[in-house]
């Protein structure tokens, strides 16, 4: 008899795929009409990785072009006028290469501290509008002192980790794994997401506050793989790293994807409760 509720009790949590355990805990009972239901696996994707990549690619591309940009000495006039530098110039990009710009601002929501807004342009649906930074633990990594009072650990549909806590110990161990996986020149993340200034200006996919019943979700999570045929040059713009040097897989990335054409003005709202059938 206790076996069985034991086993309907653990059945039932294990379905709760996602994404921040605190919050779930305690609030699971107030938000029951936002929870997101898929039916498997597969089906939590809302765009094929191959979109996600090409979407990076385009800003990524665009980033290092800006780069080369400011650091070459034979540039006109002109052009240096072109080539702002800091926020100004990494939002310019995003602007001109995917049509849109976020920031992070004061939520809308009460007591919500902060969120991220669309501030310029038009999201199509569909669109990579984000990304989740932060160390990625695999599901037997130990991650206990990370995550003490931590409502940044973000759990995958895989039970994959990832610490997007820009302060604190987390951002130590962000530092140390990014400075360690470096291949000679090549930087292979991006540490920029720490500040508030990311060089990636997607890298603040974390502080997207969850939905309610009043405001609805108008972006989601995805799991994402880095291809290995990623360029190299590109990967330092990545704002994830394994915690562990030895994890064989390709490196894990969570996006947010728009799920309806988002203006200027508003906020991003995602759904931080997903179940799985
Ligand atoms: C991943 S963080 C999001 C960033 C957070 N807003 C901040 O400024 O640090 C998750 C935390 O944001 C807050 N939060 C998220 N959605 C909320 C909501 N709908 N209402 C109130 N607080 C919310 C909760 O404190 C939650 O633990």
Same mark, same amino acid.
């Given at each position: 008899?206790?076996? /069985? %509720? @034991? !086993?309907?009790?653990?059945?039932?949590?294990?379905?709760?795929?996602?994404?921040? #355990?605190?919050?779930?805990? =305690?609030?699971?009972?107030?938000?029951?009409?936002?929870?997101?239901?898929?039916?498997?696996?597969?089906?939590?994707?809302?765009?094929?990785?191959?979109?996600?990549?090409?979407?990076?690619?385009?800003?990524?591309?665009?980033?290092?072009?800006?780069?080369?940009?400011?650091?070459? /000495? %034979? @540039? !006109?006039?002109?052009?240096?006028?072109?080539?702002?530098?800091?926020?100004?110039? #990494?939002?310019?990009?995003? =602007?001109?290469?995917?049509?849109?710009?976020?920031?992070?601002?004061?939520?809308?929501?009460?007591?919500?501290?902060?969120?991220?807004?669309?501030?310029?342009?038009?999201?199509?649906?569909?669109?990579?509008?984000?990304?989740?930074?932060?160390?990625?633990?695999?599901?037997?990594?130990?991650? @206990?002192?990370?995550?003490?009072?931590?409502?940044?650990?973000?759990?995958?549909?895989?039970?994959?980790?990832?610490?997007?806590?820009?302060?604190?110990?987390?951002?130590?161990?962000?530092?140390?794994?990014?400075?360690?996986?470096?291949?000679?020149?090549?930087?292979?993340?991006?540490?920029?997401?720490?500040?508030?200034?990311?060089?990636?200006?997607?890298?603040?996919?974390?502080?997207?506050?969850?939905?309610?019943?009043?405001?609805?979700?108008?972006?989601?999570?995805?799991?994402?793989?880095?291809?290995?045929?990623?360029?190299?040059?590109?990967?330092?713009?990545?704002?994830?790293?394994?915690?562990?040097?030895?994890?064989?897989?390709?490196?894990?990335?969570?996006?947010?994807?728009?799920?309806?054409?988002?203006?200027?003005?508003?906020?991003?709202?995602?759904?931080?409760?997903?179940?799985?059938?």
């Amino acid at each position: 008899m206790f076996k /069985s %509720v @034991l !086993s309907r009790v653990q059945s039932k949590w294990k379905s709760y795929r996602h994404r921040f #355990v605190p919050w779930i805990v =305690l609030n699971l009972s107030k938000n029951e009409k936002t929870l997101r239901k898929v039916s498997g696996r597969s089906h939590d994707k809302l765009v094929p990785d191959d979109e996600v990549t090409n979407n990076l690619l385009r800003l990524f591309w665009f980033l290092h072009g800006r780069k080369s940009c400011q650091t070459s /000495s %034979v @540039l !006109s006039s002109n052009d240096h006028e072109e080539c702002r530098t800091g926020e100004a110039c #990494v939002h310019d990009a995003m =602007l001109r290469s995917l049509g849109f710009c976020i920031h992070r601002m004061p939520s809308t929501l009460p007591f919500a501290g902060t969120g991220v807004f669309v501030t310029r342009g038009v999201v199509p649906k569909g669109a990579t509008i984000a990304m989740y930074p932060g160390t990625i633990y695999q599901a037997y990594e130990p991650i @206990l002192l990370q995550s003490i009072c931590n409502p940044f650990v973000f759990r995958c549909i895989d039970g994959v980790l990832v610490d997007g806590n820009d302060k604190g110990i987390s951002k130590m161990v962000f530092r140390s794994c990014s400075a360690r996986d470096r291949l000679g020149p090549f930087l292979t993340s991006d540490t920029s997401w720490l500040t508030a200034n990311p060089l990636n200006p997607l890298a603040v996919g974390q502080y997207v506050n969850n939905c309610s019943n009043e405001k609805s979700a108008n972006v989601c999570y995805q799991e994402y793989e880095v291809p290995s045929h990623f360029p190299l040059e590109l990967r330092q713009y990545l704002p994830n790293v394994n915690y562990s040097q030895e994890t064989q897989k390709p490196l894990r990335c969570v996006v947010l994807v728009s799920l309806r054409e988002i203006e200027a003005g508003e906020e991003l709202f995602s759904n931080y409760f997903t179940i799985v059938h």
